[in-house]
């Protein structure tokens, strides 16, 4: 029969070191950033001007958008297609390059098929996650910020509705406006990670 003792001090023993492998991962995170806040400003700081210059010339960003898919299924369709005729990989891959050839060929030959497919979807995608977040909230009654809840639900179906209604003229600025979102959110992130690297020191880390 094993001791209890022994039982609880062996798994208080595994949560320490278990918090202990945490806290060097957080350290050598904390390092990195303190160390490279420089080049995280500098990518950060493109992000958020990539980001506004997509809000500006939405038309811009949205036709450069669907051009960078097309020639990514087409590069992704290419090396499948290799990787199955050098015998590296399967009729499955061979079958899945060849339709995404023939996609990307089709995005190329009809643009505004793909930038109107390209719409569609995000529009769907916001009726998607609006429709889970109903389900979710009616579920859960009691918990806590449902009225928020409900107004996510709210805005998600509105935007796309929004879009679906605005068509043919949403086809034009959608993807440009939600990549520069993106882009300005994920480089207003990137800034407020590289001063705090900046703000820390090597004492803090330690």
């Known amino acids: 029969m094993v001791d209890e003792t022994t039982l609880l001090t062996g798994s208080a023993e595994a949560a320490q070191e278990e918090t202990i492998i945490v806290a060097l991962t957080l350290v050598e995170t904390a390092e990195d950033i303190r160390r490279n806040w420089v080049w995280i400003l500098l990518v950060g700081s493109l992000n958020l001007l990539t980001g506004i210059a997509c809000l500006f010339y939405p038309i811009f960003a949205t036709q450069t958008a669907a051009l960078v898919l097309t020639y990514v299924i087409l590069i992704t369709g290419a090396f499948g297609v290799a990787a199955a005729t050098c015998g590296n990989g399967t009729r499955q891959m061979l079958l899945v ?68 209604f605005s068509m043919p003229l949403a086809q034009w600025y959608t993807i440009g406006v939600l990549v520069g979102v993106n882009l300005i959110n994920l480089g207003t992130s990137r800034i407020l990670m590289a001063c705090y690297g900046r703000s820390l020191s090597r004492s803090d880390i330690e």
């Open 97 to 164: 390059g060849l339709v995404q050839i023939l996609l990307a060929a089709t995005m190329f030959m009809h643009p505004l098929f793909t930038m109107t497919l390209l719409t569609y979807l995000v529009a769907v995608t916001f009726m998607m996650i609006g429709l889970m977040q109903m389900s979710v909230a009616r579920m859960n009654r009691r918990m806590a910020g449902r009225f928020v809840a409900y107004m996510s639900v709210f805005l998600a179906l509105f935007m796309s509705l929004f879009i679906i």
